[in-house]
């Protein structure tokens, strides 16, 4: 026999829950709020948003989903106990970015400076696990003043953590650090380990030891701008692959590129409706491109032509600038383009250009970006520092980049391309697809005067006019091994195309090659160079 509660019974139950309800409301408005309205006035003062209001801009509204967001640490000892705020200073969740879903984690610096202890680690851990395991991609929101000294090795520990599941991220899911404020010591490990860095002008800065022990152990002064502000890091040590003015812009252009990469490995990227026409000339590229292969022009012009409506995003736009990395659209399909840049150092691979090519080849590759790769390239740079910087380890990066690499690749070239450069920038023999050559091609093992120089030396020397001699064997040379159908004739490449064709030709190619199927042998992994 059912028993009956008595309405009195009933009244208090619900009284109770809606007491609970408003106990759960208050502690939820003192957790969204943080520390208090001087601790936000105080980040806005030194141009920085809150945590957020930075999660707020990234994804889509109202899709933030946060996780333990009433953690709070259990450390004492240090006055710690007496201070236990809600979040321990990171928020943690996931939400969506035009639809698809991405995982976030936001360092808040008003509470203990962003600094990172046992509570605040584990949070990290567990949305960095749930990025795993669900195959989304995961941005770090950086803005945090390293380990919380008062926990001590506890605090250290966490920061390993984060590098394992960093290491174990790697080429399965897009990881993206934005740095919005300092990032120092072993802090600064977890963003190198990710695939792409932003940083923010003035605001943001990355290093292992500060201004203050620089000057300490070496006797040099710098600021922190100066040793590991963002253009430091996005022009001299390549740390950084992107550098905004303000966090707006930044996070906006996070945004971009996560639209321009799948979710996962086992994913292609997302396609967009073509805005462009497939079969759309590029007559253009003829007066673009010199035929005389010793005049400069920029190969950002090609792209402009060859690329949907002219847009891509630029890697490493202002590090080793001779080489371009970049993101785009062709028919709407995302492919990732490497480009030799004529206009800075003839286009020459040197050890920067071959580190940043090298690592964006392997990120095209881990998350299934077709490659498409345009050669104007006169050879390796020549020099003493080159070489004992270790030029031939750096550029085999390259070259091992390309030969690991099972997505479509597709080589154009433009002009020049000559020597181990030319076999290193993806040429047939390493396995390129399909490799296309303009009319102005010149491929061959160097230039038409050092081969001479070589082949012809003693005929020079004895000549009793050395330049003309020189001159009338150089073309022999040219017109004997480098006319622009030599190649061709021997297999090295598919097509000599013209450069009107060019985009519609390779929209065809990459279409081709969609659904192209490679294994590597069964290995643990590769010892790539080093």
Known sequence: MATVTEPSALDAAAAETRGRLAELAAIRAQALAGPGEQATAAQHAKGKLTARERIGLLLDADSFQEVEQLRRHRATGFGLEAKKPYTDGVITGWGTVEGRTVFVYAHDFRIFGGALGEAH???????????????????????????????????????????????KASGVIPQISVMLGPCAGGAAYSPALTDFVFMVRETSQMFITGPDVVKAVTGEEVSQNGLGGADVHAETSGVCHFAYDDEETCLAEVRYLLSLLPSNNRQTPPAAPPGDRADRATGALAQVVPADGS????????????????????????????????????????????????????????????????????????????????????????????????????????????????????????????????????????????????????????????????????????????????????????????????????????????????????????????????????????????
């Open 121 to 167: 680690a584990t949070k990290i851990h567990k949305i960095m696990d749930m990025a795993i395991a669900a195959g989304a991609p995961l941005v770090s929101l950086n803005d945090g003043a390293g380990a919380r000294i008062q926990e001590g090795v506890a605090a250290l520990a966490g920061y390993g953590g984060i590098f394992q599941r960093n290491a």
């Open 295 to 530: 005049r400069p022009y920029d190969m950002h012009r090609v792209l402009d032509e060859l690329v949907d409506d002219g847009e891509y995003l630029e890697v490493h736009e202002r590090w080793a600038r001779n080489i371009i990395c970049a993101l785009a659209r062709l028919d709407g399909q995302v492919v990732g383009i490497v480009a030799n840049q004529p206009q800075t150092l003839a286009g020459v691979l040197d050890i920067e250009a071959s580190e940043k090519a090298a690592r964006f080849v392997q990120m095209c590759d881990a998350f299934n970006i077709p490659i498409l790769t345009l050669l104007d390239v006169p050879g390796f740079l020549p020099g003493v520092d080159q070489e004992h910087g270790g030029i031939i380890r750096h550029g085999a990066k390259l070259l091992y980049a390309y030969c690991n690499a099972t997505v479509p690749r597709i080589s154009l070239v433009l002009r020049k391309a000559y020597g181990g450069a030319y076999i290193v920038m993806d040429s047939q023999s390493i396995g390129a697809d399909l490799t296309y050559a303009w009319p102005t091609n010149e491929i061959a093992v160097m230039g038409a005067e050092g081969a001479a120089n070589v082949i012809f030396r003693k005929q020079i020397a004895a000549a009793q006019d050395p330049q003309a001699m020189r001159a009338r064997v150089a073309k022999e040379y040219k017109a004997e091994l480098m006319h622009p159908y030599y190649a061709a004739e021997r297999g090295l490449v598919d097509d000599v195309i013209d450069p009107a064709d060019t985009r519609e030709i390779l929209i065809k190619s990459l279409a081709m090659l969609r659904t192209k199927h490679a294994d590597l042998p069964s290995r643990k992994h590769g010892n790539p160079p080093q």
